[in-house]
């Protein structure tokens, strides 16, 4: 280790954070997570993250990389290990100007990106979130505001800048190193360390934005108008439904639909939403224009003490109707979680199913369940949590890997079908056959 701590010293140009420092404290944790981690590196170049990551390979030691540090399992931490923190390498760039063409660095977060396009009229379809890294989020897929016209993050990456377990830098595109291409877009930290990507932007509008609220004992009602209606919708339009929200009235709060209609035309934007306001009594209404950027919301860092418990599966056309009914009768519970169901389908569903690691193309709806308290709290209330979810099993499937803070073989698998799992063990063995990126939703190489 004394060696192999004396080479970084000498080839790592960035910060190396050890327990003692100064920013120890808030460099060894994550968002969501607390860790004790023996090293943090924060590389300033992809020579450093090649130091970095040598150094790990010698030290033998458990390895995290993070971005935006917002994973809820805490991949971007650990106790006694390395953590290669990619803040410093966060430059978003145009590359080509005709081809929207954007360079962003593998540390960069969503709030940067689109700060950082607004001025050319750019956008990228990404997450909600401003602090989010683009790394983790793209990795995984990338369900945002835009979705249902332009597709999952990952769907605009045209390249990659990979640093492999080896220590090589590649490139992973559809040209070059085309199966590590395909892994990366849904199989997340498992190959190397993406240093750096190329999206393909599009030209965007300010965008009409907002929620659209209706009473509680509504909620079975608008639910499943609202899917129903998505299914046709305009691709321009995005939504989300949010109800039984425990800071709000829990069985008595509102049924929140948030939408997002990509243009800022206000007659074509009042025809897309309409139906949605006709679902039920409005009882608060505030969708206006605003630039896209400012559709991203601030991330929220939980008191000490206050864990986070959330878990995810999608439903598909022939089982939302059921699915969206047991969700309705569980948001009337006093026990009831927070319950958020996202619209896909759209530019999603038009790309093939093996296409690209992330698996789940055909589904129309992806639900999200929350619980977050004190560690008391949240074991009292698993139970109640495991019956909602068993209550949902017969019409759900799969996983979504961005919103699941457990990372146990069974969310592996519903992250991966078999035929996917197979395919990403092969580029594992070929990458990474020792499994030094093994902090993750892990690809086992054998």
């Known amino acids: 280790m004394s060696s192999a701590l004396e080479t970084l010293r000498r080839d790592f140009g960035g910060d190396i954070i050890e327990p003692g420092a100064a920013e120890y404290e808030s460099a060894s944790r994550s968002v969501l997570t607390t860790g004790t981690p023996a090293y943090v590196l924060r590389p300033k170049s992809v020579e450093d993250v090649q130091a970095g990551l040598r150094f790990a ?6 390895l995290s990389v993070r971005g935006g540090g917002h994973g809820f399992p805490g991949f971007g931490t650990n106790d006694g290990g390395i953590v290669i923190d990619l803040g410093r390498l966060a430059t978003v760039e145009i590359i080509d100007k005709e081809r929207h063409l954007v360079r962003i660095g593998g540390g960069a977060t969503w709030g940067q990106v689109a ?39 990952m769907d605009n990456v045209v390249a990659t800048e990979v640093v492999t377990a080896g220590g090589e830098v590649v490139r992973a595109s559809a040209e070059e190193n085309a199966e590590l291409f395909w892994a ?17 932007a599009h030209p965007t509008t300010d965008v009409f934005y907002g929620k659209i609220a209706f009473p509680a004992p509504e909620a079975a009602t608008v639910l499943q108008g609202w899917a129903d209606y998505l ?14 929200n ?58 000490p003490g206050i864990q986070l418990v959330t878990r995810s599966g999608f439903a598909d056309k022939e089982s939302a109707a059921a699915a969206l009914r047991i969700l309705a009768e569980v948001g009337a519970s006093e026990r009831s979680p927070l319950i ?37 709290v ?37 992250i991966y079908p078999t035929a996917t799992y197979e395919r990403l063990t092969a580029v594992k063995r070929q990458y990474d056959p020792g499994n030094l990126f093994a902090h993750n939703y892990n690809i086992q190489p054998q």
């Open 57 to 62: 390979a010698d030290a033998a030691l458990v």
């Open 115 to 153: 700060a950082a396009l607004a001025p050319h009229g750019l956008a990228i379809s990404s997450g909600d979130t401003r602090s989010v890294g683009v790394g983790g989020l793209t990795l995984a897929g990338g369900i945002g505001w835009k979705v249902r016209k332009y597709g999952l993050a």
């Open 184 to 200: 990366l877009r849904g199989g997340g930290g498992n190959f190397g360390i993406v240093t750096a990507f190329e999206f393909a």
């Open 231 to 244: 299914r046709t919708a305009p691709e321009e339009l995005t939504s989300i439904a949010n109800f039984a």
């Open 246 to 303: 425990p800071f709000a009235g829990g069985p008595e709060a509102p049924v929140e639909i948030y939408v997002t209609f990509d243009g800022d035309d206000p007659e074509l934007a009042a025809q897309a939403i309409g139906p949605i306001r006709r679902l039920g009594t409005v009882i608060d209404d505030d969708v206006a224009l605003k630039p896209y950027a400012d559709t991203l919301v601030d991330g929220m860092t939980p008191p």
């Open 340 to 376: 958020a169901v996202r619209s896909v389908g759209g530019a999603v569903s038009r790309i093939p199913d093996d296409a690209t690691a992330y698996a789940h193309r055909q589904a129309e709806l992806m639900i999200v369940t929350s619980i977050a308290g004190p560690g008391p």
């Open 378 to 414: 949240i074991e009292a209330a698993l139970p109640a949590l495991e019956a909602v979810w068993g209550r949902l099993a017969p019409h759900v499937n799969g996983a979504y890997a961005n919103f699941l803070s457990s990372a146990t073989e069974e969310d592996v698998a519903a």
